[in-house]
């Protein structure tokens, strides 16, 4: 039996020589390998021979011979590029030099492997190199897991093992362990144990240091007396045990606040709270604010995400704002709210329905007391918007039903709208031919499309939202347009639209007014009763394109010109009366029954109305300074857009033109986007009420046009170096989409500094005075080192010559820590944070970091 079981690993070893350079990767199932040659060996004795040989064949057949008990369940493959050696006594073989082992589950890598096949154990480590380096330390899969160690004994029969100086990958966070023992069921016992976020396996920036971890893959993991030690040097924030989540699904955990001091409020704790991990599609969190002066705040919030169906979060603001000295005149308390809902629909999940939500609502005062954000403080309206989209794969139509909302802080009045509904066709070609045979003739293009709208709806104040009768003062009514259209070329170049357009109103209530002599007011009646009203107008547009060229030596400079010229015609729909005064029998104003309708009143007057637009686009091709030979030309777009555009009513008795329209924009040297727009109406106006009379502005003050209003807006964007696309592997997909989303709430350490530049001048006409407002804003940030980060965010106010929302934020990056103060210097919410916080691995491989403020109401 000895001599074939040498004979065979000669045979291997002599493969190997004959064969190749490389040791071969040998597959040996040991006790089955026995009992295989057991069997030849019975045969070559003398009795065997006498025996039927037929039988002894069948029993060499691979899969018919017996197993001992022993016998592993796998085969076992091993190689190594150096060499290999076999030791047939001790029934040893030492692998050298890029070893690698496999069985079933399991690969092992390391420099020096030894397979003991007389007990089932391997055993891995690294080799010193002519240095005294150790290189090629053992690294261990299984499954999933990975483990980087010192030294690895593991026995393949039993499943147990015993490593030295393991790193490996557990949940979200790292284990370091000096000995590790691990059992049949996967689960690890460590002595002298750390456990950290940072990746760094030789010398972690901080751990959670602990004499004795038990590892429970895919549960938790569970440690003694622990204390957190920050650069090698111990806290004192010790714990009589520990217990971490070990498992890449979603855990329930405490979430820790943030401190600061507010002048205002006083000192303060934000953002603390609790999160749940509920399950893979939905997650939840409560975190609420406390101040030392009496103000706190509480906030929920919901995220949901069905993968390719849709995805969504909600979240619910409370806040509870003490301003002034409770015990002093002049305090008061502000009890404000505000909610965001945000629901999307994967388009392929239904193509042919869709519903979305996206939802901002609440008190007038919730941002201005409780963000930092600079554009949410600035901004002074919110709209909300619920709808359901169906259309219909066997009829031409499409149904739209949704809910909305507007609100402006400034004013504090809300619109709702509840329900609306619409009903459209698709574009219809009634005279058009089944067949067609020819050409297309003129009338088979007249296409028709019909539009059904109703709505509910109601203009009011905030404060009167939920008061008795509040509901009674919602507005309805359905408006129904026909448009009938068609598209023709007209002597080659020129595009003619002829149109006509019906439209149709329902109203379900009217008004009717009266003067009463007594109070010396208006009265005004609603009657709740049915009415239809319809007009028509017919429309023409003729449109061309016309292109011109200057030619300035090798430059040349092209116009594109669409000039476009329409024409309107309507008869006077109107329902105006006069209110008449009866004690002087004079006529006060001219009223319309249906001047509240919801979808407006007819149309008051004939319309004869010639407009005029033009539209131009301005390039240029120009000698390259790049190019040497003289020959290459270099496009630069000098406008993109110069547009104009006026109407003249030829059936106004007065005031025939309409205001004037300019707008151009462009980019210059790549960075500086420039927008400008303005207004000029021909016609004077009368100084004691500020109404346009007939008089043209050039016969009264020898000006050709009256400025209404006019903006100018130059924006840019400036950075040391074009920033990259980052990439990798950390971070779970919604943490990569929320990154994606929201690119500009994270610092970009790869770049030295950026700043944004907008500067915005406007001026407003207020009758012959003209009002100018000029604003600077700014933001960016600098990196004063690799790892320091001093980001900002302010503008100057010209006209109040003053600082508009300033803040302040250092970042200090400590690869899987952060440090960051938060600094607004002046205003209501001048304040002040130091956070010192984990950074999730995600974020330290793509070197950013989240901005965090304390007056955050959630981390997107």
């Known amino acids: 039996m000895r001599f074939a079981y040498a004979l065979q690993h000669l045979t291997t070893v002599l493969f190997t020589i004959f064969g190749g350079t490389n040791v071969s990767a040998q597959v040996l199932e040991n006790n089955a390998l026995m009992s295989k040659t057991l069997s030849v060996e019975t045969q070559l004795t003398p009795d065997s021979a006498k025996k039927d040989t037929s039988k002894t064949v069948k029993k060499l057949e691979v899969g018919q011979l017996p197993a001992s008990s022993d016998a592993l369940d796998s085969k076992v493959d091993y190689q190594a590029s150096d060499s290999m050696r076999f030791d047939m006594k001790s029934k040893k073989i030492y692998l050298y030099g890029n070893a690698d082992v496999k069985y ?19 055993h891995a480590e690294g080799r010193p190199d002519s240095t005294g380096k150790i290189k090629g330390e053992p690294v261990f899969d299984e499954g999933s897991q990975t483990f980087n160690a010192d030294k690895i004994d593991y026995n393949f029969k039993s499943k147990k093992g015993k490593i030295s100086g393991v790193f490996t990958k557990q949940g979200d966070g790292f284990l370091h362990g000096e000995q590790v023992k691990k059992n049949e069921k996967d689960e690890f016992y460590v002595k002298n144990g750390k456990y950290t976020t940072c990746d760094l396996p030789d010398h972690p920036h901080f751990f959670i240091n602990a004499s004795k971890i038990k590892v429970i893959p895919n549960d938790k993991i569970v440690s003694g007396p622990a204390n ?9 924030l010790v714990v009589p045990f520990g217990l971490f989540p070990n498992s890449t699904t979603r855990k329930s955990g405490i979430l820790f606040p ?22 893979d599609y939905i997650d939840a969190s409560i975190r609420g604010d406390i101040y030392s002066r009496g103000s706190w705040g509480v ?15 909600l979240d619910l603001r409370y806040s509870n704002i003490l301003q002034g000295d409770p015990e002093l005149l002049g305090s008061r308390i502000s009890k404000d709210f505000f909610v965001n809902w945000k629901h999307n629909q994967d388009a392929k999940a239904r193509p042919n329905s869709r519903f979305s939500a996206s939802v901002q609502a609440g008190t007038s005062n919730y941002n201005a007391l409780n963000s930092q954000n600079t554009a949410t403080i600035v901004a002074n309206t919110f709209q909300s918007s619920i709808s359901y989209y169906k259309s219909f794969v066997k009829l031409p139509i499409n149904i739209n039903v949704s809910a909305g909302h507007s609100q402006n802080t400034a004013t504090k009045i809300i619109t709702l709208s509840a329900p609306e509904f619409q009903l459209n066709t698709n574009r219809l070609f009634p005279a058009k031919r089944k067949k067609v045979v020819g050409t297309e003739r003129w009338y088979e293009k007249i296409g028709v499309t019909y539009t059904m709208q109703s709505r509910n709806s109601i203009t009011i104040a905030d404060s009167l939202i939920g008061r008795p009768g509040w509901l009674s003062k919602f507005n309805n009514g359905v408006q129904h347009t026909l448009p009938i259209s068609t598209s023709m070329q007209v002597l080659k170049y020129f595009t003619v639209t002829p149109s006509v357009n019906f439209l149709m109103r329902n109203y379900f209530s009217s008004i009717d007014k009266q003067f009463d002599t007594t109070s010396n007011s208006i009265l005004i009646d609603t009657l709740r009763q049915f009415k239809t009203l319809a007009e028509y107008n017919l429309s023409t547009t003729v449109s061309t394109r016309v292109y011109s060229f200057l030619k300035l030596g090798k430059n040349t400079i092209r116009n594109v010109m669409n000039p476009q010229l ?21 006529v006060l104003q001219l009223w319309s029954p249906f001047e509240q309708g919801l979808y407006g009143q007819p149309t008051v007057g004939r319309q004869g109305t010639i407009g005029f637009n033009v539209n131009n686009n301005i390039e240029g091709k120009f000698k390259s300074k790049r190019d040497t030979t003289g020959t290459g030309l270099k496009k630069v777009v000098i406008l993109d857009a110069l547009n104009f555009g006026t109407s003249y009513n030829l059936a106004a008795d007065s005031l025939n033109w309409a205001p004037i329209n300019i707008a151009a924009r462009t980019k210059l040297f790549k960075k500086l986007d420039v927008v400008y727009s303005s207004n000029y109406d021909f016609y004077a106006i009368n100084p004691t009420n500020n109404l346009r009379v007939n008089k043209f502005q050039l016969n009264e003050t020898g000006q050709l046009l009256r400025m209404l209003s006019s903006s100018l807006a130059l924006t840019t964007s400036l950075t040391s170096k074009k920033k990259t696309t980052k990439t990798t592997q950390k971070g779970t997909p919604e943490e990569l989409a929320g990154i994606a989303r929201n690119p500009f709430n994270y610092y ?22 003209l009002k100018r407002n000029q604003i600077l804003n700014f933001n960016g940030d600098v990196s004063i080192t690799q ?13 109040q010559r003053e600082f508009t929302f300033t803040s302040i934020d250092i970042v200090r990056d400590l690869h899987c820590w952060e440090m960051r103060f938060n600094w607004i210097p002046f205003g209501f919410r001048k304040s002040y944070s130091f956070t010192i916080q984990v950074k999730s691995a995600m974020l330290q491989d793509l070197k950013l970091n989240r901005r965090r403020q304390w007056f955050d109401l959630q981390d997107q």
């Open 258 to 279: 943030q401190y600061g001091d507010s002048p205002a409020l006083g000192f303060f704790l934000t953002d603390g709270g609790y999160y749940f991990g509920i399950n």
């Open 299 to 313: 906030k929920s919030g919901i995220s949901y995400n069905n993968r390719y169906h849709y995805n969504g979060n």
């Open 787 to 799: 790892k320091w980060k001093l980001g900002f965010n302010s503008g100057y106010d010209f006209k």
């Open 748 to 769: 970009d350490f790869d770049i030295p500094w950026r700043l944004n530049l907008s500067y915005i001048y406007g001026i407003t006409a207020s009758g012959n005075e």
């Open 228 to 236: 957190l030690v920050i650069e090698d040097v111990p806290t004192p």
């Open 104 to 122: 079933d589950k399991i690969h092992l890598t390391a420099d020096y492997i030894e397979i003991n096949w007389g007990n089932n154990v391997v």
């Open 566 to 586: 329409s024409f309107r015609l309507q008869p006077d729909f109107g329902t105006q009366r006069q209110l008449i005064d009866p004690s002087t029998n004079s």
